[in-house]
């Protein structure tokens, strides 16, 4: 099949997780199109059949907001037309689904009919597809794609209740790639961060106020008081300066490194114990996920999609969004018991296995197979 792929081209799940599927459809024999307005991050490698198609936005003066949605419907009628694309696939509602409704319409003025597929992430829907701004746009375009798909049954389930939505939707959860997400020795790097073997707590994300990211301090702060232990904190975000200030006040400073943005996840994920994902919201997990793959229990809230990942007493617990006393009650008792903690390790490996790209790419490949068929 010949597939555009319209995604942010950021580090962001919905980034990572529609650069990971093109990579993984052109190992298969695809030709990939990403049509976005940067190289996206993890699009790292050359392979024959996949393409960048940039979407640059003209600064005229008389532009206080440069019309994006537009370029990238304009440059999506393009890629279309010339490379003759059997599907689109837009992960993000806002502006995605629209701006390729907008190219689905110009490009039957051709006589070429597009099937779309659109990918509900969760921000798309859980924060800003509610705002009312957003909310007749984001109806329209959910209803006018070919297929949907949800990246859990929650998310799937809260896009029914907040929107008034006609279409079927499809659950094709977050998927991890085993090769690349897995249990690295580096001993020396485990030794380096933890010289006492501390046991290692790590939080990787955006740092955006959704993560809830002082709660991972907080808890940090109350478990190191039962445990010798470290925190890594991984990435960055608005919350990030506030997170130091706090370590500052709960005097954890010095066993808490803020590590910033990382390529090589993987590699801090070998040296961890637990990993730490106390949301507000969340629809999947993909960073609790990409943990799990490296044998790294989740202590994580019990918001959104978490409970189809996390299972509560086998790969890790969850709590109540901010019950950081409860959090940190389950990770100490994770921690405390060599035996126990081996044990939730080999859980949260073998639960990951369930989310491995081999079993869910063929359903991406299905699912553009029933929407081309069908037009
Ligand atoms: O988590 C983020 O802040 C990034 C966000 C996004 O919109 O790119 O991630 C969302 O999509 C990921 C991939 O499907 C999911 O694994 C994340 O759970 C989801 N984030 C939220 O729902 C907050």
């Known amino acids: 099949m010949k597939i555009g792929i319209v995604c942010y081209p950021t580090f962001g799940g919905s980034g990572v997780v529609a650069t990971e599927l093109g990579k993984a459809l052109a190992d298969r024999g695809h030709q990939v199109h990403f049509v976005t307005y940067n190289q996206p991050a993890r699009l790292d490698l050359f392979s024959e059949n996949l393409f960048y198609h940039e979407v640059s936005v003209s600064n005229y003066p008389l532009f206080d907001f440069p019309p994006y949605e537009l370029a990238l419907a304009s440059r999506l009628v393009d890629v ?8 689109l696939h837009v992960h993000y509602a806002i502006p995605h689904a629209s ?3 907008m190219a689905k319409q110009i490009l039957m003025t051709y006589g070429i009919y597009i099937p ?7 921000t798309d829907i859980t924060l800003v597809g509610k705002d009312r701004t957003f909310k ?13 798909t949800a990246v859990s049954q929650n998310l799937k389930e809260d896009t029914y209740k907040f929107f008034d939505i006609k279409k079927d939707i499809l659950v094709i959860p977050n998927f991890i790639d085993l090769s690349r997400f897995s249990l690295k020795p580096k001993d020396h790097f485990k030794k380096a961060i933890a010289p006492s073997g501390e046991k290692i707590l790590v939080h990787t994300s955006n740092f955006r106020k959704v993560k809830r990211t002082e709660d991972v301090v907080k808890i940090f702060a109350k478990v190191i008081k039962k445990i010798p232990s470290k925190l890594l904190m991984v990435g960055d975000g608005p919350e990030r300066s506030m997170c130091e200030q706090l370590c500052r006040d709960l005097g954890v400073t010095d066993n808490v490194r803020f590590l910033g943005k990382q390529d090589a996840v993987e590699e801090i994920l070998s040296v961890s114990d637990l990993f730490l994902m106390p949301s507000q919201s969340e629809s999947f997990g993909l960073a609790a996920l990409e943990a799990m793959a490296c044998k790294v229990p989740v202590i994580s809230s019990n918001a959104g999609g978490l409970p189809e990942l996390n299972i509560d007493g086998v790969t890790g617990f969850l709590k109540e969004p901010g019950d950081v006393e409860g959090m940190a009650e389950k990770a100490i008792f994770i921690l405390e018991d060599e035996e126990r903690l081996a044990k939730f390790k080999e859980n949260a490996l073998a639960h990951a296995k369930e989310f491995e790209l081999s079993t869910i790419l063929p359903k991406y490949e299905n699912f553009y197979l029933e929407v081309i068929e069908q037009n």
Do not use: C, K, M, Y
Not at 116 to 122: D, E, F, K, Q
Not at 136 to 148: A, E, L
């Open 80 to 87: 279309v037309r010339h490379e003759q694309l059997d599907v």
């Open 99 to 101: 701006a390729a409704f």
């Open 116 to 122: 779309v597929v659109t990918t509900l992430h969760g």
């Open 136 to 148: 007749p746009v984001v109806t329209f375009s959910i209803n006018q794609s070919d297929g949907v």
